[in-house]
T-cell receptor, first 112, second 113 residues
């Protein structure tokens, strides 16, 4: 079993829909949780990072962490065709030399 | 534009050869991270340097090495190249010693033939 699991998709939604992207993990030592957006053949772009459990909002994006369930989510409101990309979750366990794992990414297509 | 630069953009070489990839971090960033992204492996963290010192290691092969110079630019050296080393190699930088907020460069596409 991988330490971080992410559904590869593709996930296709109509423009304006609310999108939910998720990752599960097995290591309870993870404390920092990041979401990146990656357009085809480009470098990943940091969207948000959160520390421990709770919600964080930035514009149309909301990141949610449930440490008791070892489950993190990224919600995108009012999705746009320009949101079509691969979304990667990443996690850090900051103990000693930290552990740092990326999910495999979910491909999202927002249809106009 | 993230402010992180990588050269070259593309590299085509033969098996057994050695190549060097270069990365310049954003102004003020002390950490440089190297990643490999292939279709079947996803994004793999290779190694991090912080202010000239190795800070963390991921899944880096012994045939690969990196260093960070006093001006904070970094180089990733790949030797005895194999077909399976064909991938996108990304560099990222951050102010801090852990990758909470890091900024990625445009990548170097390596093709080994």
């Amino acid at each position: 079993q991988k330490e971080v699991e992410q559904d590869p998709g593709p996930l296709s939604v109509p423009e304006g829909a609310i999108v939910s992207l998720n990752c599960t993990y097995s290591n309870s030592a993870f404390q920092y949780f990041m979401w990146y957006r990656q357009y085809s053949r480009k470098g990943p772009e940091l969207l948000m990072y959160t520390y421990s459990s709770g919600n964080k909002e930035d514009g149309r994006f909301t990141a949610q962490v449930d440490k008791s369930s070892k489950y993190i989510s990224l919600f995108i409101r009012d999705s746009q065709p320009s949101d079509s990309a691969t979304y990667l979750c990443a996690m850090i366990a900051p103990s000693g030399t930290y552990k740092y794992i990326f999910g495999t990414g979910t491909r999202l297509k927002v249809l106009a | 534009d993230s402010g992180v630069t990588q050269t070259p953009k593309h590299l085509i070489t033969a098996t057994g050869q050695r190549v060097t990839l270069r990365c310049s971090p954003r102004s003020g960033d002390l950490s440089v991270y190297w990643y490999q992204q292939s279709l079947d492996q996803g994004l793999q963290f290779l190694i991090q340097y912080y202010n000239g010192e190795e800070r963390a290691k991921g899944n880096i092969l012994e045939r690969f090495s990196a260093q960070q110079f006093p001006d904070l630019h970094s180089e990733l050296n790949l030797s005895s190249l194999e077909l399976g080393d064909s991938a996108l190699y990304f560099c990222a930088s951050s102010v801090e010693g852990i990758p909470r907020e890091q900024y990625f460069g445009p990548g170097t596409r390596l093709t080994v033939t």
